[in-house]
C-alpha cells in the first residue's frame, strides 16, 4: 500500500523560511513526477511546484524565485524549501506523485502571519 509522509510545515513569519519533505513508501509504478499543492482560504487545490523523474520543474508564477522543489529519486522523497514567505502562502500543502495513479499525501498546515 502507497503511504505519502509529509512533515515540516508549521507557523513562521512573513520573509522567514520552512521545509517541507515527504517520503512515499510502497511500491509505485513509473512515477512521472512529485510535488506539492496546496489549499488556501476560499480557493481549490493549486500547483505550488513538481519535478519530474528527469528532474525539470514547474512552479506556479506565484512562488517562482521564492520555493524551491528538489527530489530524491532513491529515497523517493521529495522537498519543498520556501523562502520569503508571505502571509497568502498560508494553507495546507499536498504531497503528490503522479504515476499510473495519482498519490496523495495527508496535508500539512503552514501558517505565515504578517
Known amino acids: 500500500q502507497v503511504q505519502l509522509v509529509e512533515s515540516g510545515g508549521g507557523l513562521v513569519q512573513a520573509g522567514g523560511s520552512l521545509s517541507l519533505s515527504c517520503v512515499a513508501s510502497?511500491?509505485?509504478?513509473?512515477?512521472?513526477?512529485m510535488g506539492w499543492y496546496r489549499q488556501t482560504a476560499g480557493k481549490q487545490r493549486e500547483l505550488v511546484a513538481t519535478v519530474t523523474s528527469g528532474g525539470r520543474t514547474n512552479y506556479a508564477d506565484s512562488v517562482k524565485g521564492r520555493f524551491t522543489v528538489s527530489r530524491d529519486n532513491a529515497k523517493n522523497t521529495v522537498y519543498l524549501q520556501m523562502n520569503s514567505l508571505k502571509p497568502e502562502d498560508t494553507g495546507v500543502y499536498y504531497c503528490?506523485?503522479?504515476?499510473?495513479?495519482?498519490?496523495w499525501g495527508q496535508g500539512t498546515q503552514v501558517t505565515v502571519s504578517s
Open positions: 503528490n506523485v503522479e504515476a499510473l495513479f495519482n498519490y
Open positions: 510502497g511500491t509505485i509504478f513509473s512515477i512521472i513526477a
